[in-house]
């Protein structure tokens, strides 16, 4: 492996913290990793080489190291973070959430405070509340903050010397701080506070601040806001008994962690509670084939999942990690207050550990196991069906799309473990490859047009040989098994492409449409899978979609060739003219009935006369 080059290079690096930085021969970052002492963590990916087929590709991709010396480790894990935010390497684990949830941010950084949706959480002093999900309940909320403690919604600059408040005022949705003697900061400011605990979700103690307002009020003999001040705590008491939430008193503020790890990838969930209520549910995913250790899986779910947010005052985790210390500190340092990162073994947090879990382990059924574990299985039914080394993880998938010869184009898709990248997907037009004896065929000599007549064969034989060729040029991927959209004659057309260019020991499979058989070089009969057979259905998904792709692809290539008319080989026509004529005239047959006025009044007079000429000549 490559990574033995660097060898020298390893027992050369320093017994201190810091990050550490592979790189491909591309000079591309693959993978960023923290270690406490740098010269053992690195060197133990000397012997790493078969521990997993992740691991592997790593070793194999790897060309070049690069480090980084830090003071401690919390500094090495604060870099390791930003680094893999910025460059994003495809070995390390990369979490990612199906939507982008809203956030509501107070901007406390204001004099009057309003109330914004924002989309990520933003260093500068305001307060940010959230996610929420669905993303519709964060405009309810502030709508909700506007109605019952008549926060500002304006851009207005506020002193306090307005004439007069505006119509938000009027209809009580605002308290108008932009006139002192409405409203004063401090009654603004009282505003604020309530307003902040109704977005961290704490009603029970803003119904008790409420309550205690609104007698105070009373007594005062201000009836108007007192009267106010009871119609907010009705509509906080209703929202609070409404509330679908868990609740465990004395709990507080805490986040809890429930962790899954499978061979299909990973599902976390993270209960944010607040005030001893489960307020919100993250759901966040590992993608196949980057799942690692719980504990490696944890450790990068924490760190990206706290980058955007600010970390509470406990965190519950169902394991330990590496360095909890150093992620205490960056996350303190970051909420600026103390923030502990805990295991409990019993009692009620254990319990609220125990059901973040369950949850994750049902996120990752749902996820995972009804669509991933599905193609897996089809997999390893065609591992068996056709006798290869190894599960087929990448199908190339070949079809071509003709009519009677005309136009004829091929396309190539890609699917990897069972999901299909577009990115990859390829087209071809059919050229036809004499040279190499794998020419359309043509007419016998007797024939009065030397036309090449359809051979779907010999095409098949040119895209597979093109295709391949440009693997062998890049040095792969290389696919696991070729999926040929046809029977035993397009499957042997591909073998014989795969042996001209040295590529024999590639397996290509034939699946002929209506029967739906399987197609092989070394069988006499084909394979029959059952309607239902994971495999059967995950290699028809394929195929429909290259054809797909294939009739798509030459749908443009006629409606091209149409486009493509007459007036192309008239001298000082292009596609601009062309174009200009075929809208005026609407046809071809337009252009030509036109006279040489008006084709001049279009196009000018020197081509509309060449046009003329031309079409004289051809009558």
């Known amino acids: 492996m490559a990574i033995h080059d660097l060898k020298e290079q390893i027992t050369r690096l320093?017994?201190?913290?810091?990050?550490?930085?592979?790189?491909?021969?591309?000079?591309?970052?693959?993978?960023?990793?923290?270690?406490?002492?740098?010269?053992?963590?690195?060197?133990?990916?000397?012997?790493?080489?078969?521990?997993?087929?992740?691991?592997d590709a790593l070793l194999e991709e790897i060309a070049s190291l690069e480090v980084i010396v830090t003071d401690s480790v919390m500094e090495a894990l604060a870099l390791e973070n930003n680094l893999i935010k910025q460059r994003r390497p495809k070995y390390n684990i990369l979490l990612r959430?199906?939507?982008?949830?809203?956030?509501?941010?107070?901007?406390?950084?204001?004099?009057?405070?309003?109330?914004?949706?924002a989309r990520r959480v933003e260093k500068g002093g305001d307060f940010y509340a959230g996610p929420f999900l669905p993303a519709k309940l964060a405009r309810r909320t502030m709508g909700l903050a506007h109605r019952l403690f008549g926060i500002r919604s304006c851009n207005e600059v506020i002193t306090g010397q307005r004439g007069r408040p505006c119509l938000e005022y009027d209809i009580k949705r605002c308290i108008a701080p932009c006139v002192a003697e409405i409203c004063g900061r401090e009654r603004y400011g009282a505003a604020i506070e309530n307003a902040k605990l109704l977005l961290e979700g704490r009603t029970d103690e803003l119904a008790d601040t409420l309550q205690a307002r609104m007698q105070e009020a009373a007594s005062a003999q201000r009836y108007e806001e007192a009267a106010q001040l009871r119609d907010a705590l009705r509509t906080v008491q209703t929202l609070r008994d409404r509330e679908q939430k868990v609740a465990t008193p004395g709990l507080g503020d805490r986040d809890v962690f429930g962790l899954k790890v499978g061979p299909s990838g990973g599902a976390i969930q993270v209960f944010a509670m607040r005030g001893g209520r489960v307020v919100e549910r993250v759901e966040l995913a590992v993608e196949p084939g980057l799942a690692r250790r719980d504990a490696e899986v944890l450790q990068a779910a924490l760190q990206q999942f706290y980058e955007d947010r600010a970390a509470p005052t406990e965190i519950n985790l169902p394991l330990e990690i590496e360095d909890a210390e150093a992620l205490e500190a960056w996350l303190?340092?970051?909420?600026?207050?103390?923030?502990?990162?805990?295991?409990?073994?019993?009692?009620?947090?254990?319990?609220?550990?125990?059901?973040?879990?369950?949850?994750?382990?049902?996120s990752y059924r749902t996820r995972f196991n009804e669509i991933t574990a599905a193609h897996f299985e089809g997999l390893e039914t065609l591992r068996a069906t056709l006798g290869l080394p190894a599960m087929p993880r990448r199908i190339e998938c070949f079809d071509i799309s003709t009519i009677q010869g005309s136009e004829t184009v091929a396309s190539m898709v890609v699917c990897e473990d069972g999901?299909?990248?577009?990115?990859?997907?390829?087209?071809?037009?059919?050229?036809?490859?004499?040279?190499?004896?794998?020419?359309?065929?043509?007419p016998k000599a007797h024939s009065p047009e030397p036309k090449a007549l359809p051979d779907d064969f010999a095409a098949m034989r040119e895209v597979v040989q093109r295709r391949c060729r440009k693997?062998?040029?890049?040095?792969?991927?290389?696919?696991?098994?070729?999926l040929i959209d046809g029977g035993k004659g397009q499957v042997t057309a591909a073998y014989e492409a795969l042996e001209s260019i040295g590529l024999g020991t590639l397996v290509a499979v034939g699946i002929a449409k209506r029967e739906e058989l399987l197609f092989t070089r070394d069988r006499s009969e084909p394979i029959a899978l059952a309607e239902n057979d994971p495999a059967l259905l995950l290699l028809e998904r394929i195929r429909n979609e290259a054809h797909r792709f294939a009739v798509t692809f030459h749908r443009k290539a006629r409606s091209m060739r149409d486009l493509r008319s007459e007036l192309d080989a008239v001298p000082g026509i292009g596609p601009r003219r062309r174009r200009a004529l075929l809208t005026a005239f609407g046809s071809l047959a337009g252009v030509r009935r036109a006279t040489r006025e008006e084709l001049g009044a279009v196009i000018g007079p020197k081509a509309a006369a060449a046009v003329i000429d031309y079409f004289a000549k051809s009558a």
Not at 36 to 45: E, N
């Open 97 to 117: 959430d199906d939507k982008n949830y809203p956030y509501l941010q107070l901007t406390t950084s204001e004099p009057f405070p309003r109330i914004l949706v």
């Open 332 to 362: 303190s340092g970051r909420a600026g207050r103390r923030a502990r990162v805990t295991v409990p073994q019993r009692g009620d947090k254990r319990a609220l550990v125990d059901l973040a879990t369950r949850n994750a382990e049902l």
């Open 14 to 55: 320093p017994e201190q913290p810091g990050v550490y930085l592979w790189r491909n021969a591309a000079g591309d970052t693959i993978y960023v990793g923290k270690a406490r002492t740098l010269r053992d963590r690195v060197r133990s990916y000397l012997g790493a080489a078969g521990l997993s087929p992740r691991h």
């Open 471 to 482: 693997v062998m040029e890049e040095g792969g991927p290389f696919p696991d098994l070729i």
């Open 419 to 442: 999901r299909m990248k577009k990115a990859e997907y390829r087209k071809f037009r059919i050229k036809g490859l004499r040279a190499s004896g794998f020419g359309l065929r043509t």
